[in-house]
């Protein structure tokens, strides 16, 4: 089986933070990929942007590098990687003032008809002035589209006036609010398991599912993030986007097509509807954790205070909530979700747990009936697995087993499973927001983050150390197993 690529129309991509680790990770070979399908027509440019001082050809080096190292051996075809080295170019700005933006006017002057997508790979905090200099130079064109990167803000405030910044210059029907785990195959096979099959969204409800596991876990510290998380931390940087926008696609109602506004006006439903957490209830449905000396598969590990060289710190690397959503499919039905750094493994995943059955026919010499679960893993090894009890074969009696119906996407398909940047980079040229976050859902997002934010700071709740390469603090363990319930921790 094979997919159908659909090319684009031309365009030019300037990427601002062109020399930044994102762009030579994940930008640049997801670009190349395209290429690589057939899905890049001429005569479209990919053009790099920061303060660097590079020349076209110096920047052509770095691209070539970022694929050389970021691509597996077979990917990596010499003629294909000159073709596309001869696309890309190069331009030094600085975003706080007006040097280099003549020299890109110049250059996007060339291609004026094209669509122009500008990808803001760099911090938050220069979001505004290169918004500014792009429309105070006359590079907004009736094609032109914005891409932005998290953090959108630190809290409901800060993310209204990043907002309102960009909002004065763009559109926002050309604003791309870029999550990257919408970009995941398996995110989107969610909607079709509910929505293009008559089995499961009859039973999407309270009445027969028992509770939502969600777990994003990763198994690295701090890398070279330190500055930036240790003034975050897990809830402002996993909970508040990509976990609630998980949360969203999990429970929201069928929207009335698939268009982009009808997708994202349902999955708003789901955020407005979401129970309060405040410093009334915050320590009993809340954990916050930190990961201390331990080890992982590359051997022993520091604490996370030592990877901050010694500094004192609060800062949660891991959190786990119990969260509701308040509405008439959801009622009483928990959603357990969980992140953290330095955690037993990498894996992130949605476990659906139906109801037991009403009522055992079978003996107790048949074994234990375990609930019927839907595991949706979205890494590694995207797939879906659905477990059901069936009898145990051969003579004997009757003999009851848990098994499971599992398809991993790599071995279902014979097709190499894209990036989430590649179809979300490509979603922007084809203009087509329905993976990419409203202004009015990152807000509402923060209007639940916010007041546990707040309840942490007030109840003086601290966090809990865990050791590095478990799955955080007991306290975790606790949340959901005095309910009666346990985490799905295999990897």
Known sequence: MSSQIIPVEPFDYVVFGGTGDLAERKLLPALYHRQLEGQITEPTRII????????????????????????????????????????????????????????????????KERIRAFYLAVGPAIFGDISERIRDHKLITKNTRIVVEKPIGRDLASATELNDTI??????EQIFRIDHYLGKETVQNLMALRFANALYEPLWNSAHIDHVQITVSEAVGLENRAGYYDKAGALRDMVQNHILQLVCFVAMEAPTSMDAEAVRDEKLKVLRALKPITSANVEQVTVRGQYRAGASAGGPVKGYLEELEGGISNTETFVAIKAEVSNWRWAGV????????RLAGRMSEIVITFKQIPHSIFDNNAGRISANQLVIRLQPNEGVKQSLMIKDPGPGGMRLRNVSLDMSFAEAFAVRNADAYERLLFDVIRNNQT???RRDEVEAAWKWV????????????QVQGYTAGTWGPSQSIALIERDGRTWNDAI
């Open 48 to 111: 790099g942007a920061s303060r660097a001082a590079l020349s076209h050809e110096d920047y052509r080096k770095f691209a070539v590098d970022a694929l050389k190292e970021h691509l597996k051996a077979d990917e990596y075809k010499e003629e294909e990687v000159a073709k596309f080295a001869a696309r890309v170019f190069y331009v030094s700005v600085d975003a706080k003032s007006d040097q280099g933006w003549d020299a890109l006017k110049k250059i996007l002057e060339e291609g």
């Open 167 to 172: 909002g004065k210059v763009f559109r926002e």
């Open 334 to 341: 928990p959603f357990y979700i969980r992140t953290g750094k």
């Open 435 to 437: 993976l990419f976050v």
């Open 450 to 461: 916010d007041p546990i934010l707040k309840a942490w700071e007030e109840t003086g709740q």
